[in-house]
């Protein structure tokens, strides 16, 4: 979009502003910020009115809990400008994640040309991702240039060490990541819910390295009682909610190593401070180790943020799923889109 004359036109900017609400209120304002560059380069190129969308959430139909009158709030107090406006949730119009063309035209109307700088959202083909990029002159933003180019590195040739973190509940969407990343990696290290599954029978074509200890706990609740057992003797019956010192030390390890590192999901269930302790050694690791560092995914992200360190990775994603798409070497449609060059 860097070429594009904005000058004078109505322009319609798709960001992923879909944050985490509680309460009404908006719980971390990641992406609403990381929209703000593109934003504010269409606005000093003198665009005539800058319309921003995004979906919220999942709603059914136009449920006002996932309204965008909360961030639209929010994002202009950050950008005060009296051409920006933002659209009510894309996603309260059917037609949206059905790629409709009549809800394109719709969001087409009334502007001359389009940027699309959701990278959190291009690997859905939806309406305001795709279909209004083929209605209007179609620009990439500089967020999601930005994320190409950052995790573009990983694809291409790294600084080895390569080490590939990967824990989290969502087990079936990282490991498409695995299969294309972790024959490239040095080493594997894979904590959290995927380490059970990988231990049950690991579905990979190279060795991961899995905890050796595990924090056990009775039940699945913040007051479960707990104890530190060797990852082989899990008691029946109990779960593993965070990996154990022993192998915090041995992750520590292998990440301070390291020269290129990608690292998404939590070790344990981090939300509860008791499981905690995994998932912080591993975001400490990641923030000292002198390598390339690239952090996906929310969680991951939530947990640098909060110990203070997301300044210390190399680039912390906006992208969950789109992130890891890229990485499993998928086409994004929303990128796709685009025509070259733009
Ligand atoms: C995300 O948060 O992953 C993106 O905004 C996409 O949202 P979705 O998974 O509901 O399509
Ligand atoms: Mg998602």
């Keep these: 979009m860097r070429d594009a004359d904005v000058g004078d036109k109505r322009v319609l ?12 209120h908006i719980a971390d304002e990641t992406r609403i910020r990381a929209s703000l560059p593109t934003l504010q380069l269409v606005l000093d190129g003198n665009a005539r009115e800058v319309t921003v969308c995004s979906h919220l959430g999942r709603p059914k139909g136009s449920d006002p809990a996932f309204s965008m009158r909360p961030v639209e709030v929010r994002l202009r107090e950050l950008l005060p400008d009296d051409r920006l406006r933002v659209l009510e949730n894309t996603r309260f119009n059917p037609g949206e994640t059905k790629d409709d063309p009549e ?14 700088d959701a990278f959190g959202s291009v690997h859905r083909a939806h309406a ?3 279909g209004v990029a083929r209605i209007l002159p179609a620009y990439a933003g500089l967020l999601v240039e930005r994320e190409l180019v950052e995790l573009g590195r990983l694809l291409g040739a790294v600084e080895r060490p390569f080490v590939l973190i990967s824990g989290g509940a969502k ?14 990696a040095d080493v594997v290290l894979v904590g959290g819910k995927m380490a059970e599954e990988i231990r049950a029978e690991n579905p ?32 029946d019956g109990w779960l593993g909610l965070d990996i154990g010192p022993e192998t915090r ?13 990608f690292w998404n999901g939590p070790m344990g269930v981090f939300e509860w401070p008791r499981f905690a302790a995994g998932t912080k050694a591993v975001a400490e690791a990641v923030a000292s ?8 995914g929310a969680d991951s992200a939530r947990a640098l943020a909060e110990l203070d360190l997301a300044d210390e990775v190399s680039w912390i994603s906006t992208g969950g799923g789109a992130a890891l798409e890229l990485l499993e070497g998928k086409d994004l449609p929303g990128v796709a889109v685009i025509p070259e060059g733009t």
Excluded at 13 to 20: A, G, H, I, T, W
Excluded at 171 to 183: H, I, P, S, T
Excluded at 249 to 261: D, V
């Design 103 to 116: 809800f394109a035209k719709e969001l087409a109307d009334a502007h001359e040309l389009f940027v699309q």
């Design 13 to 24: 900017v798709r960001s992923d502003l879909n944050v985490p609400l509680e309460d009404g």
């Design 128 to 130: 305001s991702t795709v």
């Design 249 to 261: 030390k041995l992750f520590a390890g292998h990440i301070a190593r390291a020269r290129t590192i």
């Design 171 to 184: 087990v079936e969407d990282k490991l498409g990541v695995l299969r294309n990343l972790g024959g490239k």
């Design 289 to 296: 180790a002198d390598a390339y560092s690239i952090v996906g």
């Design 204 to 235: 990979l074509p190279f060795d991961v390295v899995l905890p050796t200890d595990v924090v056990a706990a009775d039940t699945f609740a913040e007051d479960a009682e707990t104890k530190v057992v060797p990852y082989a003797d899990l008691p």
